[in-house]
Nanobody
Framework: QVQLVESGGGLVQAGGSLRLSCAASGRTFSSSTMGWFRQAPGKEREFVAGISWSGGYTVYADSVKGRFTISRDNSENTVYLQMNSLKPEDTAVYYC??????????????????WGQGTQVTVSS
């Protein structure tokens, strides 16, 4: 089982950047697909990005493609989300999650069974 703790959220102006981190504990991190999701007030949680256990494959939501980059460092048990060119519509609580099947990078939250507590990202216009 993996335990996850996100950090790096905050308030930033439109056009700015933030890097989120997700520190994992537990012996299965390096063999787990990892994902980032977000949930804005009054909206359902949505997929943002996912990365394979090796880091060799990544998947992005269309809304963040070209602006966000997911990466991981298995030696540090950490997954990152670099967010550039932020927009007010990126405002949300961001969650990292560990996937159930290392062969897949799901875009739905049903494909993940361990979640962090979330970190708030607020982008002002």
């Amino acid at each position: 089982q993996v335990q996850l703790v996100e950090s790096g959220g905050g308030l930033v102006q439109a056009g700015g950047s933030l890097r989120l981190s997700c520190a994992a504990s537990g012996r299965t991190f390096s063999s787990s697909t990892m994902g980032w999701f977000r949930q804005a007030p009054g909206k359902e949680r949505e997929f943002v990005a996912g990365i394979s256990w090796s880091g060799g494959y990544t998947v992005y939501a269309d809304s963040v493609k070209g602006r966000f980059t997911i990466s991981r460092d298995n030696s540090e048990n950490t997954v990152y989300l670099q967010m550039n060119s932020l927009k007010p519509e990126d405002t949300a609580v961001y969650y990292c999650a560990a996937g159930t099947n290392p062969r897949l990078i799901p875009k739905t939250d049903s494909g993940y069974d361990t979640w962090g507590q979330g970190t708030q990202v607020t982008v002002s216009s």
